[in-house]
């Protein structure tokens, strides 16, 4: 997947993220930052691929996040690997 399609994946799982306030909690919760740090990182590739990372570590909400945007679960972790989630994990 090329990067700029991978980013609008994570983008999108940004928005879906914040308007659901018990992710978002979460995520604050188990990432340690605060919405000033989100801010000012929210373009950087490895904060998008710590979103993505965060969806893949619970299926429930990756099928949530799939479903809502309307993509695959497979894609969003296509998206995670060419963000750089994963290296180190290929079988």
Partial sequence: MQIEAAKL????????LF?????????????GLSPAEI????????????ILDFFIQFEPDLIALADTIETTP??????????????????
Avoid: M
């Fill in 39 to 50: 801010k000012n990182n929210i373009e950087s590739v490895e904060f998008l691929e710590s």
């Fill in 19 to 31: 308007s659901h306030d018990e992710l978002k909690d979460r995520f604050l919760s188990l990432s």
């Fill in 74 to 91: 497979v894609n969003i972790i296509d998206a995670w690997r060419s963000l750089g989630g994963g290296k180190g994990q290929e079988w």
């Fill in 9 to 16: 994946i994570a983008f999108d799982a940004i928005a879906f």
